[in-house]
Protein backbone atom coordinates (compact mmCIF):
# COMPACT_ATOMS: atom_id res chain seq x y z
CA UNK A 1 0.00 0.00 0.00
CA UNK A 2 2.61 2.81 0.89
CA UNK A 3 4.41 1.35 -2.97
CA UNK A 4 1.04 2.30 -4.15
CA UNK A 5 0.95 5.65 -2.64
CA UNK A 6 4.52 6.61 -3.23
CA UNK A 7 3.79 5.67 -6.66
CA UNK A 8 0.29 7.76 -7.11
CA UNK A 9 2.29 11.09 -5.37
CA UNK A 10 4.83 10.63 -7.82
CA UNK A 11 2.81 10.57 -10.87
CA UNK A 12 0.19 13.47 -9.12
CA UNK A 13 3.78 15.48 -9.00
CA UNK A 14 4.99 14.65 -12.21
CA UNK A 15 1.74 16.06 -13.39
CA UNK A 16 2.47 19.20 -11.92
CA UNK A 17 6.18 19.24 -13.64
CA UNK A 18 4.44 18.64 -16.91
CA UNK A 19 1.81 21.54 -16.60
CA UNK A 20 4.25 24.18 -14.89
CA UNK A 21 6.47 23.58 -17.50
CA UNK A 22 3.97 23.61 -20.36
CA UNK A 23 2.72 26.49 -18.70
CA UNK A 24 6.20 28.41 -19.26
CA UNK A 25 6.49 27.07 -22.47
CA UNK A 26 3.29 28.95 -23.77
CA UNK A 27 4.36 32.42 -21.63
CA UNK A 28 7.30 32.26 -23.44
CA UNK A 29 5.84 31.56 -26.59
CA UNK A 30 3.32 34.54 -25.98
CA UNK A 31 6.35 36.74 -25.09
CA UNK A 32 8.19 36.00 -27.85
CA UNK A 33 5.03 37.02 -30.10
CA UNK A 34 3.99 39.90 -28.20
CA UNK A 35 8.66 41.49 -28.66
CA UNK A 36 8.25 40.19 -32.47
CA UNK A 37 5.17 42.43 -33.42
CA UNK A 38 6.52 45.40 -31.25
CA UNK A 39 9.72 45.60 -32.98
CA UNK A 40 8.13 44.28 -36.52
CA UNK A 41 5.22 47.77 -35.72
CA UNK A 42 8.38 49.73 -34.11
CA UNK A 43 10.48 49.09 -37.92
CA UNK A 44 7.41 49.60 -40.00
CA UNK A 45 6.74 53.20 -38.16
CA UNK A 46 10.36 53.78 -38.80
CA UNK A 47 10.21 53.02 -41.96
CA UNK A 48 7.35 55.28 -42.51
CA UNK A 49 9.07 58.60 -40.45
CA UNK A 50 11.98 58.43 -42.91
CA UNK A 51 9.69 58.84 -45.98
CA UNK A 52 11.82 56.34 -48.05
CA UNK A 53 8.37 55.78 -50.04
CA UNK A 54 5.42 57.62 -50.43
CA UNK A 55 2.49 57.67 -48.11
CA UNK A 56 0.12 55.79 -50.32
CA UNK A 57 2.40 53.62 -51.31
CA UNK A 58 3.30 52.81 -47.80
CA UNK A 59 1.04 53.40 -45.39
CA UNK A 60 1.36 53.97 -41.85
CA UNK A 61 0.06 51.57 -38.89
CA UNK A 62 -2.19 54.11 -37.47
CA UNK A 63 -3.90 54.63 -41.35
CA UNK A 64 -3.76 50.57 -41.59
CA UNK A 65 -5.85 50.38 -38.06
CA UNK A 66 -7.93 53.09 -39.55
CA UNK A 67 -8.79 50.93 -42.35
CA UNK A 68 -9.21 47.68 -40.20
CA UNK A 69 -11.72 49.61 -38.22
CA UNK A 70 -13.48 51.06 -41.12
CA UNK A 71 -13.84 47.28 -43.13
CA UNK A 72 -14.89 45.81 -39.64
CA UNK A 73 -17.70 48.88 -39.22
CA UNK A 74 -19.25 48.40 -42.92
CA UNK A 75 -19.09 44.33 -42.34
CA UNK A 76 -16.52 43.65 -45.51
CA UNK A 77 -14.02 42.23 -43.34
CA UNK A 78 -16.33 40.03 -41.15
CA UNK A 79 -17.95 38.09 -44.20
CA UNK A 80 -14.90 38.03 -45.81
CA UNK A 81 -13.51 35.90 -43.07
CA UNK A 82 -16.34 33.93 -42.98
CA UNK A 83 -16.54 33.67 -46.66
CA UNK A 84 -12.96 32.64 -46.81
CA UNK A 85 -12.88 30.45 -44.00
CA UNK A 86 -16.20 28.71 -45.56
CA UNK A 87 -14.31 27.94 -48.66
CA UNK A 88 -11.05 27.18 -46.55
CA UNK A 89 -12.52 24.36 -44.77
CA UNK A 90 -14.67 22.84 -47.32
CA UNK A 91 -11.79 22.54 -50.20
CA UNK A 92 -9.22 20.91 -47.33
CA UNK A 93 -11.59 18.34 -46.04
CA UNK A 94 -12.46 17.35 -49.52
CA UNK A 95 -8.74 17.53 -49.99
CA UNK A 96 -8.39 15.32 -47.27
CA UNK A 97 -10.74 12.31 -48.12
CA UNK A 98 -10.09 11.66 -51.62
CA UNK A 99 -5.88 12.43 -51.73
CA UNK A 100 -6.43 10.04 -48.09
CA UNK A 101 -8.42 8.00 -49.77
CA UNK A 102 -6.51 7.61 -52.95
CA UNK A 103 -3.31 7.50 -51.00
CA UNK A 104 -4.21 4.58 -49.35
CA UNK A 105 -5.13 2.78 -52.59
CA UNK A 106 -1.61 3.92 -53.43
CA UNK A 107 -0.45 1.54 -50.57
CA UNK A 108 -2.37 -1.50 -51.66
CA UNK A 109 -1.76 -1.70 -54.90
CA UNK A 110 2.10 -1.22 -55.49
CA UNK A 111 1.91 -0.39 -58.93
CA UNK A 112 -0.52 1.96 -59.08
CA UNK A 113 1.01 3.76 -56.63
CA UNK A 114 4.14 3.83 -58.38
CA UNK A 115 2.66 5.36 -61.44
CA UNK A 116 0.46 8.05 -59.69
CA UNK A 117 3.56 8.72 -56.94
CA UNK A 118 5.06 10.40 -60.20
CA UNK A 119 2.21 12.02 -61.52
CA UNK A 120 0.96 13.01 -58.31
CA UNK A 121 4.75 15.07 -57.60
CA UNK A 122 4.27 16.49 -60.93
CA UNK A 123 0.67 18.17 -60.17
CA UNK A 124 2.18 19.21 -57.08
CA UNK A 125 4.41 21.39 -58.86
CA UNK A 126 2.00 22.75 -61.12
CA UNK A 127 1.29 26.65 -59.75
CA UNK A 128 -2.12 26.78 -58.25
CA UNK A 129 -2.69 29.84 -60.44
CA UNK A 130 -2.95 28.03 -63.21
CA UNK A 131 -5.95 26.02 -62.19
CA UNK A 132 -7.81 29.59 -62.32
CA UNK A 133 -8.37 29.64 -66.48
CA UNK A 134 -9.10 26.00 -66.78
CA UNK A 135 -11.34 26.33 -63.37
CA UNK A 136 -13.41 29.47 -64.70
CA UNK A 137 -14.35 28.07 -68.07
CA UNK A 138 -14.92 24.49 -66.82
CA UNK A 139 -17.01 25.65 -64.06
CA UNK A 140 -17.39 29.07 -63.78
CA UNK A 141 -17.63 32.45 -61.92
CA UNK A 142 -18.70 30.95 -58.29
CA UNK A 143 -18.05 29.31 -55.24
CA UNK A 144 -17.60 25.82 -57.16
CA UNK A 145 -14.95 27.15 -59.25
CA UNK A 146 -12.86 28.36 -56.16
CA UNK A 147 -13.28 25.24 -54.82
CA UNK A 148 -11.81 22.96 -57.47
CA UNK A 149 -8.95 25.65 -57.49
CA UNK A 150 -8.19 24.97 -53.69
CA UNK A 151 -8.84 21.26 -53.99
CA UNK A 152 -5.86 20.62 -57.24
CA UNK A 153 -3.57 22.51 -55.19
CA UNK A 154 -3.58 20.18 -52.12
CA UNK A 155 -5.05 17.20 -52.75
CA UNK A 156 -2.18 16.03 -54.02
CA UNK A 157 0.33 16.82 -51.39
CA UNK A 158 -2.08 14.99 -49.33
CA UNK A 159 -1.64 11.71 -51.66
CA UNK A 160 1.67 11.47 -51.21
CA UNK A 161 1.85 12.38 -47.90
CA UNK A 162 -0.38 9.60 -46.89
CA UNK A 163 1.37 7.42 -49.51
CA UNK A 164 4.82 8.00 -47.82
CA UNK A 165 4.02 8.15 -44.07
CA UNK A 166 2.32 4.66 -44.58
CA UNK A 167 5.07 2.95 -46.78
CA UNK A 168 7.88 4.48 -44.35
CA UNK A 169 6.51 2.99 -41.19
CA UNK A 170 9.21 0.68 -39.66
CA UNK A 171 8.74 -2.97 -40.85
CA UNK A 172 9.75 -4.37 -37.12
CA UNK A 173 6.02 -2.91 -36.15
CA UNK A 174 4.69 -5.25 -38.46
CA UNK A 175 6.30 -8.19 -37.31
CA UNK A 176 5.58 -7.45 -33.71
CA UNK A 177 1.71 -6.82 -34.63
CA UNK A 178 1.98 -10.17 -36.68
CA UNK A 179 3.67 -12.28 -33.86
CA UNK A 180 0.85 -11.32 -32.03
CA UNK A 181 -2.13 -12.60 -34.41
CA UNK A 182 -2.45 -9.18 -35.72
CA UNK A 183 -3.79 -8.87 -39.17
CA UNK A 184 -6.29 -7.13 -41.78
CA UNK A 185 -8.33 -4.20 -39.92
CA UNK A 186 -6.58 -4.83 -36.98
CA UNK A 187 -2.88 -3.94 -38.49
CA UNK A 188 -4.15 -1.23 -40.49
CA UNK A 189 -5.86 0.68 -36.94
CA UNK A 190 -3.82 -0.12 -34.86
CA UNK A 191 -0.07 -0.37 -36.22
CA UNK A 192 -0.19 1.44 -39.57
CA UNK A 193 -1.84 4.25 -38.82
CA UNK A 194 -0.89 5.13 -35.84
CA UNK A 195 2.62 4.84 -36.46
CA UNK A 196 1.95 7.05 -39.60
CA UNK A 197 0.40 9.75 -38.08
CA UNK A 198 3.33 12.34 -37.26
CA UNK A 199 4.52 12.30 -41.14
CA UNK A 200 0.75 12.35 -41.73
CA UNK A 201 0.30 15.49 -39.67
CA UNK A 202 3.56 17.41 -41.14
CA UNK A 203 2.21 16.52 -44.84
CA UNK A 204 -1.37 17.61 -43.62
CA UNK A 205 -0.15 20.53 -42.66
CA UNK A 206 1.34 21.63 -45.67
CA UNK A 207 -1.38 20.86 -47.53
CA UNK A 208 -3.23 23.12 -45.64
CA UNK A 209 -0.93 26.34 -46.67
CA UNK A 210 -1.23 24.91 -50.13
CA UNK A 211 -4.91 25.24 -50.14
CA UNK A 212 -4.56 28.91 -48.41
CA UNK A 213 -2.28 30.17 -50.60
CA UNK A 214 -4.36 28.82 -53.69
CA UNK A 215 -7.33 30.16 -52.13
CA UNK A 216 -6.35 33.72 -51.72
CA UNK A 217 -5.48 33.88 -55.48
CA UNK A 218 -8.24 31.82 -56.50
CA UNK A 219 -10.99 34.51 -54.91
CA UNK A 220 -8.66 37.46 -56.39
CA UNK A 221 -9.42 36.42 -60.20
CA UNK A 222 -13.04 34.42 -59.67
CA UNK A 223 -15.17 37.41 -58.83
CA UNK A 224 -18.29 36.34 -56.43
CA UNK A 225 -18.06 39.95 -54.77
CA UNK A 226 -17.00 37.92 -51.69
CA UNK A 227 -14.01 36.96 -49.72
CA UNK A 228 -10.60 38.01 -48.58
CA UNK A 229 -9.01 37.94 -51.79
CA UNK A 230 -12.09 40.17 -53.70
CA UNK A 231 -11.23 42.95 -50.76
CA UNK A 232 -7.66 42.62 -51.77
CA UNK A 233 -8.86 42.77 -55.54
CA UNK A 234 -10.86 45.60 -55.01
CA UNK A 235 -7.96 47.52 -52.98
CA UNK A 236 -5.61 46.73 -56.08
CA UNK A 237 -8.54 48.57 -58.41
CA UNK A 238 -9.13 51.77 -56.33
CA UNK A 239 -5.12 52.05 -55.87
CA UNK A 240 -6.18 51.77 -51.89
CA UNK A 241 -2.92 50.47 -50.00
CA UNK A 242 -4.40 50.49 -46.15
CA UNK A 243 -6.98 48.20 -47.53
CA UNK A 244 -4.19 46.11 -49.24
CA UNK A 245 -2.31 46.01 -46.24
CA UNK A 246 -5.13 45.87 -43.91
CA UNK A 247 -6.49 42.55 -45.52
CA UNK A 248 -3.03 40.95 -45.61
CA UNK A 249 -2.09 41.29 -41.94
CA UNK A 250 -5.72 39.71 -41.60
CA UNK A 251 -4.43 36.65 -43.49
CA UNK A 252 -1.53 36.75 -41.85
CA UNK A 253 -3.53 36.67 -38.11
CA UNK A 254 -5.92 33.67 -39.51
CA UNK A 255 -2.96 31.78 -41.06
CA UNK A 256 -0.46 32.24 -37.67
CA UNK A 257 -3.93 31.15 -35.25
CA UNK A 258 -4.70 28.04 -37.35
CA UNK A 259 -1.22 26.64 -37.18
CA UNK A 260 -0.62 28.01 -33.35
CA UNK A 261 -4.14 26.44 -31.96
CA UNK A 262 -4.54 23.84 -34.67
CA UNK A 263 -1.60 22.17 -36.40
CA UNK A 264 0.69 23.02 -33.86
CA UNK A 265 -0.59 21.31 -30.77
CA UNK A 266 -2.13 18.46 -33.06
CA UNK A 267 1.52 17.84 -33.72
CA UNK A 268 3.12 18.48 -30.55
CA UNK A 269 0.03 15.92 -28.78
CA UNK A 270 1.15 13.47 -31.71
CA UNK A 271 4.83 13.55 -31.09
CA UNK A 272 4.49 13.59 -27.15
CA UNK A 273 2.43 10.36 -27.43
CA UNK A 274 5.43 9.03 -29.06
CA UNK A 275 7.83 10.55 -26.97
CA UNK A 276 9.81 12.23 -30.24
CA UNK A 277 10.00 15.59 -27.98
CA UNK A 278 13.22 16.48 -27.01
CA UNK A 279 11.86 18.06 -23.56
CA UNK A 280 10.13 15.03 -22.74
CA UNK A 281 12.52 13.27 -21.09
CA UNK A 282 14.03 16.28 -18.84
Given at each position: ?180 NAKG ?86 RTKW ?8
Amino acid sequence: MLAEDDHRQDSIQAGRTDTQHGRSIDTNDAANIVLFLAAFLGLWQLVVALHILPDTLFPSPASTAASIGKLVANGSLVIGILTTLWRLVAGFAISIVIGGAVGLAMVKFRAFGKTMSSFAVGLLTFPSIAWVPFSILLIGFNDFGILFVVVMASVFSVMISTYSAIRNVPPIYFLAARNMNAKGMALFRHVMIPAATPSLIVGIRQAWSFAWHALIGAEMLITTLYGLGHILSVGREFIDMNQIVAVMITIFCIGLLFDRIIFLRMEEKVRTKWGLNQHSGE
